[in-house]
């Protein structure tokens, strides 16, 4: 986990002056004010929005705070280890899985992030992705000021 975080943190950039069409699967930081707190799935898939600094495009910033994470971003913005070092697509997933698992065990539960982060700044590095307009980011460090 360490090498994977270690890693995304060296290739983050700074999510203001990227072009949103070119961001999935890259490594990204972003600073910015939490705008909204959103829980569903009865608390297990929440995230919050972000409005970072010196952006000044039209895209919507999610950022997921699990404890059910969607997609394979991390594990596609890493090189610590590729599709050549499993057997099967079946194993490559449960990678994915089981880094999903790591950041939320180890980045976003001990934080117990609520809806109190309303109006807070925060500084985040993780994965992206893009789907039109919202960008959805999976951390795997997050800064609360």
Do not use: H
Request: aromatic content about 6%; glycine content about 8%.
């Amino acid at each position: 986990w360490e090498s994977v975080v270690s890693e995304i943190t060296a290739n983050a950039q700074d999510i203001a002056g990227m072009d949103v069409a070119a961001l999935s699967g890259t490594a990204v930081s972003l600073k910015g004010t939490v705008s909204e707190y959103v829980s569903k799935a009865g608390g297990k898939k929440n995230s919050i929005t972000v409005v970072p600094e010196g952006y000044s495009g039209d895209a919507v910033f999610s950022v997921q705070l699990g404890s059910i994470y969607s997609g394979t971003d991390v594990r596609d913005a890493q090189t610590v280890k590729g599709f050549a070092d499993f057997t099967n697509q079946t194993e490559w997933s449960q990678y994915a899985k089981a880094l999903n698992s790591q950041l939320d065990e180890l980045v976003v539960a001990p934080l117990a992030i609520d809806e109190s982060i309303q109006g807070k700044t925060v500084q985040i590095v993780g994965a992206a992705s893009a789907s039109g307009k919202e960008v959805t980011i999976t951390p795997v460090a997050i800064t609360i000021e």
